[in-house]
């Protein structure tokens, strides 16, 4: 560039604009790069428990000036929390901020606004919906836009670090959610750690007890003395039926440089002495459960399975017990195993539709699920915020449904949402091609998982309603009126309104329009024949039903004309759910598959179930979640199974595994269910007995009348042969890396993994807390001790506990939720260096723990008072 361009461009850098001159893309460029936008929770006692009062930040640290009265640009953010349009101090400034979509709200100048000069800071108060505690409830890359230019994010907020753009809670009205009632759940710091943590100490385990422990726990298991050591001398004999199981072993085995092994089927002899052979017995007994048996000897190991799928979990059962390190001597405790699983359904709900972190993090969450015998992946692929797997024949689905961008017309794109910012190619975006789902498909089946696609409707159909709309338009440009028609999910002229839960007012599918069933059966058609692809056939698609809008439908002609049809039995809004399900139920039992549904998707009401009879499939299945003790609903899996619906456990309160590891404004998550889920609190969850598990309310009240706090009976379950089983279910909202789902999932997953497959004898109307603290104790020791290691091989980003630790009479004391961590300490924040006992210390310290794979969890202060 020559001088006298660079000059000029200075200059315009520099000068005030006028308001019809607008910024240009390099002022836009300039001024996002080097301002900086903050958020702040100002205060959530203000209000009572219904709002809290926040701030933004405008900090023009910049050259470029804004200038003043009305204008094009706008500031466009992310924040969870609806801001009220009426109740802000933005107006005083001469700025308006409105809500736009979901979690969109952008700032907009007014005639009366003064601009903002280079250098000067402009402080936005406003009032929010609820209460905000935690970080990341804000969201990063805020960007503004001016007439056609590129939006352009603030640097500070292009970041996954929430300290750029948050700033820190620390006083209690910041990160406690109310005063009038009292949060009785306080902010986790070192001291409350270590004082919880204490009772994991009293239990230790020995290396051996550790090699010797196997996750989930089997049913029963009786240790011999002495070790067998397994190296490629060794044969393998199989069943023939078995040959995909043992071609599996052989992969895993091969990660030990075993790839040397005679492996036959066992029509071939045996040449040696020391097999490892695997049969498989229909007639095992295991109280008319299927299962397995695995026996270690000193020359062989033998597996006997009623099936191919316990013959699979029979042999990770032998993996778990190998050591971590792979260039280690196979040293394998002699022992005899007789195992069966508890529940039918152990699964793993996890939501790609909010936010998408790739096809590779799905594999690896399908091989962890495999090790830990986990049986159904329940994949969440359609949300308000994206359509996440590609359909022949809609590509609009993909080519606007999967993306986000800065598109108001929605005609390239979604709406920005959830932290993607305005380009298009931020983390979060993206879907499944066709090819992609087969693969993982193919690669859940060698590991005995079923993969259960979602199809979340009529609600969070959001991503479908604007790509059908987006192709509607396409068609109607080209003069194909019918064939734009053919699959559109809304009707022109719907005037309904409704603000859902997460927000938006425009994502109910019309559930009265031919067109949208037309949507959902070839939807049903393409994924069916990716499955047959896959060489397996799919058997079961959740529909969702979840979280319709108040108030949708009540505008559509469509459905004003179904009302007044004589005969059909839909008179008015009301019944619109019921007819839906029922309808759709029939294009899945045309099609021969069972059909899921969340809880509130299959009911009328807060008590009365859908009429199973008015559901077509031979299976329907729900997903009761909603366990908030006080409000009262927690009761509908009961409800649905004594109905005559199977059912699987997905309880927020225990099972919801995007709520925080504990109460802290740091932690990840959102905290609807309950203020804190840690591992622990997963691994005490008692399927059960559904009503044990009412343990506090959301204040952080203890319950001890469950009936009295919800003011009437709670129905008993009469038919516990529809329970199922049990899930974990990750909601990615939050979540927008890979890395940070697997922080969240792991190790949750695991304790999920032990309740689903084994029964604790502590479990009970009445919990035996001595047992149940000695075998959480043990669990964490083998966790710390071999899981993470194995977890750490495999590239997992697991979540670091954060030490507690206290200090008395100038002696630091540290300890650690998960056993066997290492613990660092330091003096001035920086410097580190090892924990192992005790140590004199002068003044505030903090602590971290440390992963065998060198990361280090988030630091904590330890206060010397």
Known sequence: MSFKKLLLANLLVTLPLTAQAGLSQQQLNSFASDAEVHFEVVDNFVFGSSSHNGRVILDNKSKVAIPAGVSDWAIYMHVTRVIDEEQQTAKAHGLNIEHVQGDLHRIVPTK?????????????????????????????????????????????????????????????????????????????????RYKANLAAQDFSLSREEVTRKIIPTPRSVDHNRGETTFSDQWQIRYAGSLKNEVTYLQAQLADYGLSKLDVQAEHVPSAKKQVLSLKVNANLNHEGKPGYNLTVDKNTIEIIATDNANAFYAIQSLLSLMPTDKKAQINLPRLEVEDSARYEWRGMHYDIGRNFHGKDNILKLIEQMAHYKLNKLHLHMTEDEGWRLQIPGLPELTDVGAKRCFDLTEQSCLLTQLGAGPHGDAVGNGYLTREDF????????????????????????????????????????????????????????????????????????????????????????????????????????????????????????????????????????????????????????????????????????????????????????????????????????????????????????????????????????????????????????????????????????????????????????????????????????????????????????????????????????????????????????????????????????????????????????????????????????????????????????????????????????????
């Open 112 to 192: 009366d606004f003064k601009g903002l000069a280079a250098g000067e800071t402009l402080a936005i108060n406003y009032k929010g919906a609820a209460w905000i505690v935690s970080m990341t409830d804000f969201m990063p890359r805020t960007f503004i836009v001016s007439g056609k230019a590129k939006p352009a994010i603030f640097a500070n907020t292009d970041t996954e670090d929430s300290f750029s753009y948050v700033k820190p809670m620390v006083r209690p009205e910041q990160y406690l959610r109310y005063n009038e009632p009292k949060d009785l759940f306080p902010k986790t710091d070192a001291a409350l």
């Open 438 to 865: 087969i693969e993982i498909l193919k690669f859940a089946t060698v590991r005995h998982i079923e993969v259960i696609p979602e199809v979340d409707l009529p609600g969070h159909a959001r991503a479908a309603i604007k790509s059908m709309e987006a192709r509607y338009n396409n068609l109607m440009k080209a003069g194909k009126k019918e064939e734009a028609k053919a699959y559109l999910l809304t009707h022109p002229k719907d005037t309904s309104k409704y603000l859902t839960v997460q927000n938006y007012n425009d994502n109910s599918m019309d559930v009265c329009l031919d067109s949208s069933y037309n949507f959902i059966d070839k939807v049903l058609y393409e994924m069916q024949v990716m499955y047959r692809d896959a060489g397996i056939d799919l058997k079961k698609v959740h529909l969702g039903g979840d979280e319709v809008g108040a108030g949708s439908w009540a505008g559509s002609p469509a459905c004003q004309a179904l009302f007044i049809e004589p005969g059909n039995g839909i008179s008015g809004v009301q019944d619109l759910k019921a007819y839906f399900m029922s309808r759709a139920s029939k294009l899945l039992a045309n099609r021969g598959l069972a059909m899921g549904g969340w809880e509130d998707g299959l009911m009328y009401s807060r008590t009365a179930t859908f009429d199973r009879d008015s559901l077509a499939p031979d299976q329907v299945w729900a997903n009761p979640w909603d366990n908030i003790w006080e409000w009262g609903v927690a009761d509908r899996a009961y409800r649905l199974a004594n109905e005559g619906y199977d059912v699987v456990l997905s309880s927020g309160s225990h099972l919801y595994l995007d709520h925080p590891y504990e109460a802290h404004p740091e932690s990840r998550g959102y905290y609807w269910a309950t203020r804190f889920t840690d591992t622990k609190r997963v691994f005490g969850y008692m399927p059960d007995n559904l009503y044990a598990n009412a343990d506090y309310t959301r204040q952080g009240v203890p319950i001890d009348n469950l009936e009295d706090l919800v003011g009437r009976a709670m129905p008993k379950l009469e038919k516990p042969e529809n329970i199922l089983g049990m899930q974990g279910n990750v909601w990615s909202e939050t979540i927008r890396t890979a890395e940070q789902m697997q922080e969240m999932v792991f190790p949750r997953i695991i304790a999920i993994a032990e309740r689903a497959w084994h029964k604790a004898d502590w479990e009970g109307d009445k919990v035996n807390a001595k047992n149940r603290n000695k075998q959480w104790a043990e669990f964490a020791n083998v966790l710390a001790a071999k899981e993470f290691s194995r977890m750490s091989n495999k590239g997992i980003h697991y979540y670091l506990p954060i030490p507690g630790g206290v200090i008395n009479d100038g002696k630091l004391s540290a300890n650690v939720a998960l056993p066997s961590f290492s613990i660092e300490y330091s003096l001035d924040g920086q410097s580190w260096q090892s924990y192992q006992s005790p140590v004199t210390v002068k003044g505030n310290v903090w602590l971290r723990s440390k992963a065998v794979d060198g990361r280090v969890s988030r630091a904590t202060e330890v206060v010397d008072k």
